[in-house]
């Protein structure tokens, strides 16, 4: 029998294994992300709606999660849309719960947190991973194709509220497109919006799957790692994200001359900035590119008063 509600489970790096519950009809949106991997919006709205039967949600979930229980990590609601557009949002959190032993979490697009039922309903969940795309109206507008009610402004402030309302884990998803919402300026004004919020992590990522509107580029992994130490900057607890950072996940003592040279020939960095990539320890790190300067694997220079290292190419 074809699942209609459940998939997966699938791996995710910050939730585990996942079993997924769909419920949005695709594809139903607050907005029309132009980075989406569903595809373009076929209806822009902010009004919530109970599109399917929550028994019938709830019979498949306990069926499917029957099976693969043992082998789960978190229960995942998301959509092929916005999930917190089912009106049914509470009560199907509820009865997944009374089935269900493990965490349940939610990916939100954030736009319907204005709305204090959504946030009611989200206080069930144990997880919940919002977006935050932009911080200006210029840019919400280019990124996220918003539907036309939607003031990112009130958003930003309703989520930074909430985030502090809710007790249960925060993990924050920043997309960052390139030439759109990847300027200083932006990245600067989203980290403004991270201060206010009370998080457990950021996670920065970019386009790595085909878009809904072709032409939007992601960031390269040079400017990923440009943009993870801007943000790493303002104090924020950020994730490594693209396909070189994320292969940074177990970095040793032993591993770490090898790492420090791959990133090094991506970008020059200081000491500072390589502890903050690889989250080592300051006076080991000086120590691994003292010795590596003097065995000639790698150069210092100072620049504006800081020393950076570069990395053979
Ligand atoms: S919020 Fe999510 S589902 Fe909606 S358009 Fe953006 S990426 Fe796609």
């Not at 979930?61 to 949002?89: A, C, H, M, Q």
Request: glycine letters at 6%.
């Amino acid at each position: 029998m074809t699942n209609k509600y459940i998939f997966g489970p699938v791996p995710s790096r910050r939730l585990g294994r996942s079993l997924g519950v769909d419920i949005i009809p695709s594809k139903i949106c607050t907005l029309d992300c132009v980075y989406c991997e569903v595809g373009k919006t076929t209806e822009l709205t902010c009004a919530r709606e109970s599109w399917f039967s929550t028994d019938d949600i709830i019979d498949e979930f306990s069926r499917e999660y029957e099976k693969v229980k043992d082998n789960i990590d978190v229960v995942t609601i998301t959509g092929s849309g916005e999930p917190t557009l089912n009106r049914n949002l509470a009560e199907i959190a509820r009865r997944i719960k009374e089935v269900s032993s493990h965490p349940i979490a939610i990916l939100t697009n954030s736009t319907t947190l204005t709305n204090k039922e959504v946030q009611n309903a989200l206080m069930l969940f144990d997880i919940v991973v919002p977006s935050l795309d932009a911080a200006t109206d210029g840019a919400f507008q280019a990124v996220n194709l918003p539907a036309p009610e939607l003031d990112i402004v009130e958003i930003n402030k309703a989520l930074a509220e909430f985030t502090h309302i809710f007790t249960g884990k925060i993990y924050l998803e920043v997309l960052l497109v390139k030439d759109i919402n990847d300027s200083k300026e932006e990245m600067s004004a989203i980290a403004d919006v991270i201060k206010r919020c009370r998080y457990d992590m950021v996670q920065v990522n970019t386009v790595f799957r085909p878009p809904a509107y072709s032409g939007t580029k992601g960031l390269n992994e040079e400017e990923l790692i440009d943009a993870f130490l801007y943000f790493k900057s303002f104090g924020i607890n950020v994730e490594p994200v693209g396909n070189f950072v994320k292969s940074l996940g177990g970095t040793t003592d032993e591993n770490l001359p090898e790492r420090v040279s791959a990133l090094l020939r991506m970008r020059p960095c200081t000491v500072n900035d390589i502890c903050a990539v690889f989250g080592s320890d300051e006076a080991k790190t000086a120590a691994v590119t003292d010795s590596m300067v003097k065995d000639g694997l790698i150069e210092e220079k100072i620049f504006k008063g800081q020393k950076f290292y570069f990395g053979r190419r």
